[in-house]
Nanobody, 129 residues
Framework: QVQLVESGGGLVQAGGSLRLSCAAS????????MGWFRQAPGKEREFVAF????????YYADSVKGRFTISRDNAKNTVYLQMNSLKPEDTGVYYC??????????????????????WGQGTQVTVSS
């Protein structure tokens, strides 16, 4: 199993930016698809962004499309989430997660929490209005 540690969260005003990092260790990072999820108080954990193991395919939740960008550096065993134009509704704990899925239908469940076998501890993002 790969181990994941997020960093980069904090308090920011609406309209501001943050860059989250997720550092992986333990196994070959480039074997894993990576996802970012978030959870607001009293709400279920929700999908934010996805990167295929190669970085060649990405997906985003409609709520963050055009504002957030997922990227990865397999040489550094790190995946990033650049968050711009932040809104108060982006507030929550942000988690990175890893999965290994192959086959022609690998893209079907990228947004599903249950698809991911390994999770980080999360990093708090608070956007003030």
């Amino acid at each position: 199993q790969v181990q994941l540690v997020e960093s980069g969260g904090g308090l920011v005003q609406a309209g501001g930016s943050l860059r989250l990092s997720c550092a992986a260790s333990g196994r070959t990072f480039s074997n894993y698809d990576m996802g970012w999820f978030r959870q607001a108080p009293g709400k279920e954990r929700e999908f934010v962004a996805f990167s295929r193991w190669s970085g060649g395919s990405t997906y985003y939740a409609d709520s963050v499309k055009g504002r957030f960008t997922i990227s990865r550096d397999n040489a550094k065993n790190t995946v990033y989430l650049q968050m711009n134009s932040l809104k108060p509704e982006d507030t929550g704990v942000y988690y990175c997660a890893a999965r290994t899925v192959d086959g022609s239908r690998w893209f079907v469940y990228v947004r599903s929490v249950s698809e991911y076998s390994t999770w980080g501890q999360g990093t708090q993002v608070t956007v003030s209005s």
